[in-house]
């Protein structure tokens, strides 16, 4: 993986020396994403900038690319994997085109080429990607289909740039750390998450998953070439079963090519695990050695985990029961209290944004512990979403709220605001918004019944809006340390397929994700294979809610607190003493209730000063 910038501008000679300066402040910006190289192209009015994490032919593969065809000039910046670089290589062969090395940056550039802007149609992979046409002076930039890798933009009078991160963008000289009215709504109410195609910072905008966006002198012009599409499922239960794990271990086998170290991240639930034994039978197969596992959690947690709906049972006797069935190298990493602190503003600086903080931040730990023994990861996000795993897909009171699920106290996060903030920025009239707009974008299926309509939208809102969030945290923490992670559920081939389940065989054995533990038997051993769903590990400490808690209160003893500006202190320093500050209710998703509340105000806080975020309605 790596990081990509650039700029486009028609007024400017961008290979002027103070130009390329700020391009080259752009590049310097992504150095975490692509730790073993760098490199920049500029021509007249377009600048490309990159930074390389070598994973596939690391001799041969400098960005950015170009090649002087003979219908004229290709560069390329290029973030991300592609899967079936293999078979595009053997179609472009046959076609007449020469490779001069063995990464896939060539083969998506010679397809590009070959087949203009349809090539992403024919992508298997996670990406997002800048081309510049020198002979039609024209960009074109696209993104994976579920929004693995990040790309945003910002747009003005005669220019355009773009990057991976936030950061890049916003050491170009026309674009400034300032929120509106929506930012601050997608910040307080809306936050951690984000809407699809919002930047947060008022100039900024995103390239959603499935779209390309093309810039010229008539300016950027958006474009969908993937979509979630509704269909009859025709296939039985036992047809279904064996699909699913065709595909998974079709996927599985793609994402384990590499010529640095892999491992997986080992949980010890069913979908990591799965991910594992794959890999296990891979490296068996191809006589590799042992699988390299990885496990995270926290100092005295087995003193204070207490069960609750969302977080059932402890993850480290499952881990044990694993590493023991598959004789894995297995690397148990755990944090204390104060780690978990600090890593609230180091997970600032690599989001950009306030986020989901010490999920972020002990991520970034766990990521950067990862690095020392491997370059790239397999992980098992996504599969709760496309397989129905999260407990609101199965409860009423979430199925028939109208909002997003995880989201369910935006009145209270909208009651901590100041009341002139509150009916400047709307904030539950904005939520519903946002939700609205989601659903209205549901392609539902001609004939089906409400129920199976209902759990349609369901599955439709946790791909396209739940799954973005754990992806973005993901990339962001594990690209923070110069650590590739591949995302096996996120495959679209999956993703579209499972989507057309009918509710009924995804619940098979009435259980959550019924059907990919069907898919996976004789592959896990039953206990682990029906083990009820326990989400990522958080801290039990008493003592992090109490630090968290602690700086809060300091903040709001400071005038000069950014969260001045928005909060009422009185309401925090209320829900501070009472007993919803331990409260398991989640404040966001599964895992952030009342301590992460207080760490989210820690990172608004601190995201503010050190950003100098202004804010102008």
């Known amino acids: 993986m790596c990081g990509i910038t650039g700029w486009i501008d028609w007024n400017r000679d961008l290979a002027l020396s103070h130009n390329t300066a700020i391009v ?15 490199g920049t192209w500029i021509a007249g009015s377009c600048a490309l900038g990159h930074r390389r994490l070598a994973v596939i032919d690391p001799t041969n593969g400098a960005q950015p690319m170009v090649i002087h065809h003979e219908s004229g000039t290709y560069a390329i910046a290029y973030n991300g994997e592609l899967y079936n670089a293999g078979e595009l290589k053997e179609d472009l062969l046959q076609k007449g085109h020469k490779f001069r090395t063995q990464c896939d940056t060539e083969v998506l550039l010679i397809a590009y080429i070959e087949w203009k802007q349809s090539c992403v149609d024919r992508l298997n992979g ?16 696209a993104r994976d289909r579920l929004g693995v890798k990040p790309l945003f933009y910002a747009e003005g009078e005669g220019w355009f740039a773009f990057g991976s991160e936030p950061k890049s ?3 170009h000289p026309n674009i400034s750390p300032t929120i509106g009215s929506e930012g601050v709504a997608e910040i307080f109410i809306v936050g951690p998450a984000r809407t699809p195609g919002h930047g947060i910072y008022k100039q900024l905008r995103e ?5 390309t966006l093309t810039y010229d002198r008539n300016g950027s012009r958006l474009s969908t070439y993937w979509q979630l599409e509704s269909y009859e499922h025709e296939h039985n239960e036992e047809e279904t079963a064996q699909h699913v794990r065709e595909l998974l271990l079709d996927t599985v086998e793609r994402q ?10 080992l949980s010890g639930g069913l979908d990591s695990s799965a991910l594992t034994a794959l890999t296990a039978l891979h490296y068996k197969r191809n006589g590799l050695g042992q699988v390299n596992t990885f496990s995270v959690d926290y100092v005295d947690n087995d003193k204070h985990f207490k069960a609750h709906s969302f977080q059932p049972n402890a993850d480290e006797p499952w881990i044990k029961r694993m590493v023991e069935e598959l004789q894995t190298k297995h690397h148990f990493i755990k944090f204390d209290t104060p780690e978990l602190v600090e890593s609230l503003t180091t997970a600032v600086h690599v989001r950009d944004l ?37 407990p609101w897909f199965h409860r009423e009171e979430a199925l028939s709220a109208s909002t997003f699920p995880w ?83 996120t495959d679209h081939r999956l993703v579209q397929y499972a989507f057309n389940v009918p509710w009924s065989i995804k619940t098979h054995g009435h259980r959550e994700k019924g059907l990919l533990r069907k898919a996976l038997e004789g592959l896990l051993p039953h206990d682990v294979l029906y083990r009820k769903k326990s989400p990522y590990p958080k801290t039990h400490n008493p003592s992090y809610l109490n630090a968290v808690r602690s700086q809060v209160l300091e903040r709001l003893d400071d005038p ?49 000063r050190t950003y100098q975020v202004q804010v102008r309605f």
């Open 126 to 141: 996670i990406f997002a990607f800048a081309v510049w046409e020198e002979a039609e002076q024209r960009l074109f930039m």
């Open 24 to 38: 080259e402040q752009m590049t310097e910006t992504l150095t975490a994403r692509g730790p073993d190289a760098k």
């Open 407 to 489: 989201a369910l106290s935006v009145p209270l996060r909208a009651s901590l605001l100041k009341p002139e903030i509150a009916d400047a920025i709307k904030g539950e009239q904005y939520a519903s918004d946002r939700y609205a707009q989601a659903v209205a974008e549901v392609p539902l299926l001609k004939g089906e019944d409400e129920a199976a309509s209902r759990m349609r939208k369901m599955s439709y809102l946790n791909i396209t809006r739940f799954m973005p969030t754990l992806l973005d945290r993901k990339d962001r923490m594990s690209m923070g340390v110069g650590l590739e992670v591949r995302v096996p559920y």
């Open 256 to 265: 384990l090519v590499s010529d640095v170290p892999v491992c997986t991240l």
């Open 354 to 390: 306030p986020g989901m903080t010490d999920i972020d931040g002990s991520l970034y730990l766990f990521c950067r512990e990862i690095k020392k023994h491997a370059t790239v990861a397999l992980s098992g996000e996504a599969a709760d979403e496309v397989f129905g795993g999260y």
């Open 169 to 171: 963008l916003l050491k």
């Open 560 to 608: 000069n607190s950014p969260l001045h500006t928005f909060i009422q202190a009185d309401r925090i320093r209320t829900i501070a003493a009472s007993e919803e500050a331990s409260s398991h209710l989640p404040w966001f998703g599964q895992l952030m209730s009342g301590p992460q509340l207080f760490a989210y105000l820690l990172q608004v806080d601190y995201w503010m």
């Open 207 to 211: 390239v959603r998953p499935g779209k």
